[in-house]
Every structure is written in C-alpha cells, then in structure tokens.
Nanobody, 127 residues
C-alpha cells in the first residue's frame, strides 16, 4: 500500500510558476512509476506527466511540454512537478498517482493503470 500526499498548490497569475510535491509513504517508492494528473471542472481527468522508477523515462502531455518538468527523489520518497509559464487553462485539481513499475519501464498515461492516488491539490491560474 502506498499513501500519497500532494502539496504546493495555490493561486498564481498567468506566466507564473508553482512546484507541486507528492510525498509517498512506505519503503517501495523507488519501485513505483509516478504520474501527475489533473482535472478541471466539467472535464475528464487527464495525464500531465509521468516518470518511471529511476527517472530515466518521462512523459508529458502536449499541452505542457516545454513548460512543466516532472522529477523524483527516491531518497526522499518524493515526486515533483515544476510548472512554469502557467496559463489560465492549467487551472485544475492536480493529483499524484503511483503504480508498480514494469520490468520494461513503460510509461503509462492511463489513469486506470494507477491504483494509488493522492487527495489532490488545487492550482488556480488567473489571467
């Protein structure tokens, strides 16, 4: 069982930056692939970024490429999402998710592939 707690959300003006953190419990964090998803009001949950167990592979949604960076620190059981050049359309609740990584280290951006979820943190970008 992995428990996830997000932090770092808040309100920012367009063009600003925020860094989200997701702290995981347990001793198996380094065996888990991690991802950030977001859900805006009235919209489906979508993958924003994902990272494999050692950070060697990453995935970004087209809408955030070049602006967001996912990273992890296995010594601290934490995954991060650095968000720069924020836009109003980035406004959403952001969720951290985890799943046991595969031997092949294939990145998944499907929410159904992630059994462990945090409670979410609100990000609001005003234009």
């Amino acid at each position: 069982q992995v428990q996830l707690v997000e932090s770092g959300g808040g309100s920012v003006q367009a063009g600003g930056s925020l860094r989200l953190s997701c702290a995981a419990s347990g001793r198996t964090f380094s065996s888990h692939a991690m991802a950030w998803f977001r859900q805006a009001p009235g919209k489906e949950r979508e993958a924003v970024a994902a990272i494999n167990w050692n950070g060697g592979r990453t995935y970004y949604a087209d809408s955030v490429k070049g602006r967001f960076t996912i990273s992890r620190d296995n010594a601290k059981n934490t995954v991060y999402l650095q968000m720069n050049s924020l836009k109003a359309e980035d406004t959403a609740v952001y969720f951290c998710a985890a799943r046991w990584d595969t031997l092949a280290g294939v990145i998944s951006y499907y929410s159904n592939d992630y059994p462990y979820w945090g409670q979410g943190t609100q990000v609001t970008v005003s234009s």
